[in-house]
């Protein structure tokens, strides 16, 4: 029964349910305490904001990303950021590719709706290059900053801050953790 009703569903909508359910899976994480720098829950709504504001890489935040989240708050947002802004079909296709399987008709057409391309003629291709323009682009970011960041706070957070400022900035989400050098 289930399966009939996601055959029904067109692309599109099976692409609005995967980012709520991103989103969801990343309000509950981001719920958690090990998320919170204080390790205490985050409350619900604070939570669902900013799992959304991340996956859909607005950069509106009711906390600051800084102060409040922890280090594993951090890289859930970090990873919503990275999944938001490639896509959740970009990747699951690129991960799909990494370990040596071909994407099926199913997962081309997904990802031809996400890429908003009118055909499959150099789907793959196209993906590539997306994938790797990413990872290029993000690499000479996350150096670039890491460089500028290295005297004023050592080379661990500035290697750190250089990688997580460079996907925001990359995916145009707008989080930053400057607030704990009040920059």
Known sequence: ?????LKRLSAMQLLACGFLIMIMLGTLLLMLPISSAR???TPFVEALFTATSASCVTGLTVVDTFDHWSLFGQLVLLLLIQ???LGFV???TAITMLMGSRPGLIQ??????SLNVPDYGGLISLLKLVLKGT???EGLGAVILAIRFYPLMGLADAVYFGVFHSISAFC???FDLMGKYGI
């Open 1 to 5: 029964m289930k399966g009939k009703r």
């Open 39 to 41: 390790r205490s829950a």
């Open 83 to 85: 999944v938001g802004g």
């Open 90 to 92: 970009t990747i699951g």
């Open 108 to 113: 081309k057409n997904w990802v031809k709706e």
């Open 135 to 137: 990872l290029i682009f």
């Open 172 to 174: 145009n989400a707008g």
